[in-house]
C-alpha cells in the first residue's frame, strides 16, 4: 500500500473532494522535504534546481471541504517536535554521531530562541520539528519568521582524494497551511505576494530591510503553501489586480465543484484508519532526515 492510499483510507470519514484530499498529501510531502532536496544536483548550491516546494490554493464555495482536510495535513507535519527529531544512524562512526549531536543541539537552541511563549502563563511552546507561519501573519513578520527558522542538517560529502566526509547544509525552511487564503493577503498584498515570488525558486538568499530595524536574510529559504479560498474571492483578487499572471503560473489553484459525499456529524477513527495515521506519521519523520538529489 502506498503512503497516498493511507492519507486517502485515513481521511475517508471526510467529505472533501478527492482531488482537494490527493493534492494535501502532496503539499505534506513537499512541506516535510523542505529545501533538503532537488532535482537536478546538490541543494547546498542551488543553480538551477528544480525544489519540491509547491503553492496550492483549494477553490470551491463555501462548506466544500477544504478546510477539513488542510486541518489533518497540517496535524500530521506539527506533530514531531525538534526535541524527538535525531539523524543519527547506526552506522556512524563515534565522532560522526558527536558532530550530529552538536549539530542537532544547535539546532534546538536556535528553535528554542525563536518559539513564541503562549499569553496564559508564559508556558513554553515545544519547538516543532518543520517550522509554520502563524495562521495569521503580516508581511513583516513572515518575512522575520522565514529568516530565523533557520535548520542544519548533516550530509556525507567526497574530499578531492575520493574519501568521505561528514558534511553540513543549512536552510531556512517553512510551510503555511490556511483554511482561508485571505488572511495571508490582507495587509500590503504586493509585498506578501512579491516574497512569495522571489521565495518560489528557493533563492541562496532574499534580503528584507526596513528603515527601522536591521535587515532579515533568509538563507536557502524555501516556502510551501496550502490554503482554501472561494470563487468569489479569486474573483476579487484578480479584479482588483492584487495577484497577477506571475503569480498564479506559479499556483497550482485546484477547483471542485461538489463534494464527494454527504457527511453528517464526523465517525471515529477506526483502528485501521488510527494505524494508518501513525504509519503516516513515521513516514514524515523518514522524510526530515533526507538530503541531496532525487532521480
Aim: aromatic residues 10%.
Amino acid at each position: 500500500m502506498t503512503n497516498l492510499s493511507r492519507w486517502q483510507h485515513y481521511t475517508d470519514n471526510l467529505s472533501s473532494p478527492e482531488n482537494f484530499i490527493s493534492w494535501s498529501w502532496r503539499f505534506v510531502i513537499a512541506a516535510a522535504l523542505q529545501r533538503r532536496v532537488a532535482m537536478g544536483g546538490d541543494p547546498k548550491y542551488g543553480h538551477m534546481l528544480l525544489f519540491p516546494n509547491t503553492y496550492t490554493v483549494l477553490v470551491g464555495k463555501a462548506g466544500l471541504g477544504k478546510g477539513i482536510v488542510i486541518n489533518p495535513a497540517t496535524e500530521l507535519l506539527r506533530y514531531h517536535k525538534k526535541k524527538d527529531f535525531t539523524s543519527e544512524t547506526k552506522t556512524m562512526s563515534d565522532q560522526e554521531k558527536l558532530v550530529v549531536q552538536k549539530i542537532e543541539q544547535a539546532n534546538m537552541e536556535d528553535a528554542e530562541a525563536t518559539t513564541l511563549k503562549l499569553k496564559r502563563g508564559g508556558e513554553k511552546i515545544e519547538p516543532p520539528l518543520l517550522p509554520y507561519a502563524p495562521d495569521a501573519t503580516t508581511y513583516e513578520k513572515l518575512v522575520e519568521d522565514m529568516s530565523k527558522s533557520g535548520r542544519r542538517i548533516s550530509f556525507t560529502s567526497t574530499n578531492s582524494d575520493g574519501t568521505p566526509k561528514l558534511d553540513i547544509y543549512y536552510h531556512c525552511s517553512m510551510y503555511s497551511a490556511l483554511p482561508e487564503l485571505a488572511s495571508l493577503l490582507r495587509k500590503r498584498t504586493e509585498d506578501t505576494v512579491n516574497f512569495m515570488l522571489g521565495l518560489y525558486d528557493c533563492p541562496l538568499d532574499y534580503e528584507y530591510k526596513t528603515k527601522t530595524r536591521e535587515s532579515d536574510r533568509v538563507r536557502r529559504g524555501c516556502l510551501s503553501i496550502l490554503a482554501g479560498t472561494t470563487p468569489e474571492f479569486m474573483e476579487t483578487i484578480f479584479n482588483q489586480q492584487l495577484i497577477d499572471q506571475g503569480f498564479s503560473s506559479r499556483v497550482f489553484f485546484i477547483y471542485a465543484s461538489k463534494n464527494r459525499k454527504n457527511v453528517g456529524l464526523a465517525e471515529p477513527f477506526t483502528p485501521l484508519q488510527l494505524q494508518y495515521r501513525l504509519e503516516l506519521l513515521s513516514h514524515i519523520k523518514e522524510l526530515a532526515k533526507v538530503y541531496g538529489e532525487c532521480k
